[in-house]
């Protein structure tokens, strides 16, 4: 149920490109009046189609305005960057298919210039990650665990919710920072492989590295994205 009024609105909408009073193609009526026409403010009728636009349902162009793409949502993982908490939502709502698990030196890996890990080995875990309940995978990701946590390996299992997690249960350590990039690359041959794409497609790279409360790093991760099914959003509270 649509509690807040933008989600209602956004309902509403939804209902109408649902029931072909809006066809694919069609360009909906100009903000103004639609927003009279649904007894809202035009703030809150842009927060609904911003809404439709993350479902892949319209596209907005300013000066052309808004129009219907799709009459079904698409199956889009959203990773939204306003805190911490946020930004572990994804692997807490997903679930991790691991492919492979081997000790290394991290020698020419391009993410771990710079770093050290104690024992002089990194665990590397390679894997794809899906929508729990869905088959086709969203990314796939190399996740290095500095060595002192490479005693996690036999508590994994074959599809955790995320790395990290293993090694709070297992330590009693808590993720308190994480530091990322995005960035837009072509597809890696590997990765191209599992997504489904190929190597020249374009993807969106998330290299991201979390440390704990005294800022040791716990793990680097260095994924890659199918940008059809996945978007990054900035929500920040200015105070």
């Known amino acids: 149920m649509a509690h807040t009024?933008?989600?209602?609105?956004?309902a509403l909408l939804l209902a109408r490109i649902r029931s072909g009073d809006w066809p694919v193609g069609t360009r909906l009526p100009a903000e103004v009046v639609l927003a009279s026409?649904?007894?809202?403010s035009r703030?809150?009728?842009?927060v609904g189609l911003s809404e439709l636009e993350k479902l892949g349902l319209v596209t907005r162009r300013k000066r052309v305005g808004t129009t219907?793409?799709?009459?079904?949502p698409r199956n889009l993982v959203q990773q939204v960057t306003g805190g911490v908490?946020?930004?572990?939502?994804?692997?807490?709502?997903?679930?991790?298919?691991?492919?492979?698990?081997?000790?290394m030196r991290g020698e020419g890996v391009a993410v771990l210039d710079g770093?050290?890990?104690?024992?002089g080995f990194w665990l590397c875990v390679t894997g794809t990650r899906r929508i729990i309940g869905q088959e086709q995978p969203f990314n796939w990701t190399q996740v290095y665990v500095v060595g002192r946590y490479a005693g996690i390996r036999p508590v994994l299992g074959a599809s955790p919710h995320a790395v990290y997690t293993a090694v709070e249960e297992a330590f009693g350590v808590s993720v308190a920072r994480i530091a990322q990039t995005v960035s837009a690359?072509?597809?890696?041959?590997d990765a191209a492989k599992h997504l489904?794409?190929?190597?020249s497609d374009p993807v969106l790279n998330i290299c991201a590295r979390l440390y704990d409360a005294h800022d040791a790093l716990i793990e680097v991760s260095d994924a890659y994205y199918d940008p059809e099914k996945f978007t990054v959003a900035t929500d920040v509270r200015i105070a």
């Open 196 to 199: 489904g794409l190929r190597p």
């Open 37 to 40: 026409e649904l007894g809202v």
């Open 5 to 10: 009024l933008h989600q209602k609105v956004t």
């Open 115 to 119: 770093l050290s890990s104690e024992t």
């Open 43 to 46: 703030t809150t009728l842009r």
């Open 185 to 189: 690359r072509t597809c890696p041959p």
């Open 85 to 103: 908490e946020q930004l572990l939502d994804i692997a807490r709502n997903s679930v991790l298919d691991i492919v492979s698990m081997e000790d």
């Open 68 to 72: 219907v793409t799709a009459t079904d």
